[in-house]
């Protein structure tokens, strides 16, 4: 079986510009986490949605949103790019999630690395 | 809120010793915690995952341990290989609001052939 897929690998963007990134969950798995990673840092959290709804967000600004469809895919979007914008941004994705106090086992994709000059 | 602390940094260390890795948290009311390893511009693999009722887990020649009352787990690592040079890093779900993993920075291991 597959795991978890992201697109692009890399991307190069400029301060100002607009990014998406996209993220296909293993079969069956219908909740997606989104964590960046900055250079020798510890990935942070993002958001988590389950069930195509918002179930979770990190402390980030406003320019970051996100968005699962049907399928259970998910995309992230970061608007107005800032250099400290460039990291390696990870999805997971897991069986269920979203109640407060339940997890579920994370399998993370090999991540999209997004370079901003 | 939840903070993720590892010791050490970096570990270099001859292949076939046994060692190490240490992961503190400054909540203990975590629900379970979860090793992984990354690899250099890679993603991150689960090795292994402690809900918060059991005290260790091992897999192969990984056994990992879990103290809440004293906010640590190890990562214990059995005649280590080249292969296992990687960085390690521990992430605790406390359940909180946000419903995201808190991750440390990170050990970065090179095991020398």
């Known amino acids: 079986d597959a795991g978890v897929t992201q697109s692009p690998t890399h991307l190069i963007k400029t301060r100002g510009q607009q990014v998406t990134l996209r993220c296909s969950p293993i079969s069956g798995h219908k909740s997606v986490s989104w964590y960046q990673q900055v250079l020798g840092q510890g990935p942070q959290f993002i958001f988590q949605?389950?069930?195509?709804?918002?179930?979770g967000r990190g402390n980030f600004p406003d320019r970051f949103s996100a968005r699962q469809f049907p399928n259970y895919s998910s995309e992230l979007n970061v608007n107005a790019l800032l250099l400290g914008d460039s990291a390696l941004y990870l999805c997971?994705?897991?069986?269920?999630?979203?109640?407060?106090?339940?997890?579920?086992?994370?399998?993370f994709g090999p991540g999209t690395r997004l370079t901003v000059t | 809120k939840q903070e993720v602390t590892q010791i050490p940094a970096a570990l270099s260390v001859p292949e076939g010793e046994n060692l190490v890795l240490n992961c503190s948290f400054t909540?203990?009311?975590?629900?379970?915690l979860q090793w992984f390893r990354q690899d250099p511009g890679k993603g991150l693999t689960s090795l292994l995952l402690?809900?918060?009722?059991?005290r260790e887990q091992t897999s192969g020649r990984l056994n990992a341990s879990l103290d809440k009352s004293s906010g640590r787990s190890t990562l214990y690592i059995a005649a280590s290989q080249p292969g296992d040079s990687a960085t390690y890093l521990c992430?605790?779900?406390?359940?909180?609001?946000?419903?995201?993993?808190?991750f440390g920075k990170g050990t970065h291991l090179i095991i020398q052939p």
């Open positions: 949605y389950y069930e195509k709804e918002e179930r």
């Open positions: 997971a994705s897991s069986l269920f999630g979203g109640r407060a106090g339940t997890y579920y086992e994370q399998y």
């Open positions: 909540d203990s009311a975590i629900y379970n």
């Open positions: 992430a605790a779900y406390s359940g909180g609001g946000a419903d995201g993993l808190t």
């Open positions: 402690i809900q918060s009722s059991q």
